[in-house]
């Protein structure tokens, strides 16, 4: 099957030949980029765990033959559960971010960075927790640029640094307006964003009482309300009817003191602080149900109040389009890898699969890609030749 003058697949399995196999070669029946190109596939076309896998692949052999020789045919199981099992999954999330920034170079609008517990892969018996991973998202376009593992016992914090020095490193962070929930609002996160070309949108919660309650204060104050631009939207859908009213200032010039106490909040290049202040009606039993929620905001960008409510809502995108697909589309919550490197390698996999199915330009849902995908060789075709 003809791709082009470079085959798009072959922008794949270019990445998969970077990962150096340590076997004894005379011994090697299934080279790895065989067995990625395998579980990459099957996951593709609706399969969610290696025994699903390994029964794709013996009904597509043909067509996986188009691209690799598969000269002792399909491995067994076993054998690909062992496989991710003994990849190093840092080499591999490695490769993975490499192939996305290849994917779209241009990628970065608004990168929102959040984490996802996989529930399915604690193994209670060995005492180890579930896979905890955290992601970045270019959410305009539906794109995973790259992913960090928490590592057992840690938590999100020791993991956005890593994710953001490795972002840094291939320049991926260019440009972009990076925002964060609050677990990540603070000096040294707010650094390493700007170090790497990019601006921060990072939210304010109770973990930060003493920066959240100045915030919350000067926008309370009548006195401040000709330095605050503001603006309303309104969503109606899924029997709910949503209001949002931000709010935004940049005057910011009292949060840059010449304080030095423990726990100060002395944010670089801080640009504009905000308040979203949200209202949502839902059908009831008995009439219409109300719900409010204030959240604030601070930024190295001087954003417009439309502007900032966009990117507010934006970043929901990696939960709304990325998590949401990976449990209820891939079935990620009920995988059952559990044991030495296997979650976090098929959480990578989930991640190839996931930018792969979104490059395509039907009117599909991903579900429907998959399904389609799993039963139609040239359509399974258009989709891996998709990825660019």
């Known amino acids: 099957m003809d791709f082009g003058d470079r085959p798009r697949l072959r922008v794949l399995l270019d990445h998969f030949g970077l990962l150096e196999d340590d076997r004894e070669s005379w011994r090697v ?9 395998l579980v990459v596939c099957g996951t593709i076309g609706s399969c969610d765990d290696f025994d699903e896998i390994v029964e794709w692949g013996e009904d597509n052999l043909p067509f996986l033959r188009r691209f690799l020789p598969y000269h002792h045919g399909i491995p067994g199981s076993r054998w690909l559960r062992i496989l991710l099992n003994r990849i190093d ?24 960075i ?12 060995n005492g ?11 959410t305009r376009e539906k794109l995973v640029l790259a992913q960090e593992a928490v590592k057992e016992g840690g938590c999100e914090q020791t993991a956005i640094p890593l994710l953001l020095e490795r972002l840094a490193g291939k320049r991926q962070l260019e440009g972009a307006l990076v925002s964060i929930d609050a677990i990540a609002c603070n000096a040294g996160t ?12 990072l939210a304010v919660k109770a973990n930060q009482p003493g920066l959240m309650g100045e ?56 640009a504009s602080i905000a308040k979203v202040a949200g209202v949502i009606w839902r059908k009831g039993r008995d009439g219409a ?76 849902s991903l579900k429907l890609r998959r399904n389609k995908a799993a039963r139609n060789n040239d359509y399974m075709a258009q989709i891996v030749g998709a990825a660019r």
């Open 89 to 112: 999954p840092g080499l591999f999330s490695q490769m993975f971010q490499s192939w996305a920034a290849e994917l779209r170079p241009d990628a970065p609008g608004l990168v929102a």
């Open 190 to 201: 707010a650094q390493a964003i700007i170090d790497a070309g990019a601006d921060y949108l």
């Open 128 to 138: 180890r927790a579930a896979l905890h991973l955290v992601s970045a998202f270019a």
């Open 215 to 270: 915030i919350e204060r000067f926008f309370d104050d009548p006195g401040t309300n000709a330095d605050i631009a503001t603006h309303v939207d309104v969503d109606k859908g899924h029997g709910r009817v949503e209001e949002r009213c931000v709010g935004v200032s940049t005057r910011v010039d009292w949060l840059h003191g010449e304080r030095r106490f423990p726990g100060e909040y002395r944010f670089p290049g801080l």
């Open 114 to 125: 959040d984490g996802k517990t996989s529930r399915g892969s604690h193994d209670r018996g």
């Open 289 to 364: 149900e109300e719900s409010r929620a204030v959240r604030y905001y601070v930024s190295s960008r001087t954003l417009s109040a439309q502007a900032l409510g966009e990117a507010v809502r934006s970043h929901w995108a990696i939960e709304n389009s990325l998590h949401w697909a990976l449990d209820v589309t891939f079935n990620e919550d009920k995988a059952r890898s559990r044991t030495g490197h296997g979650p976090a390698n098929m959480a990578t996999v989930r991640h190839f699969a996931f930018n792969i199915l979104k490059a395509v330009n039907d009117k599909r």
């Open 29 to 37: 029946a299934h080279p790895l980029p065989e067995g990625l190109l």
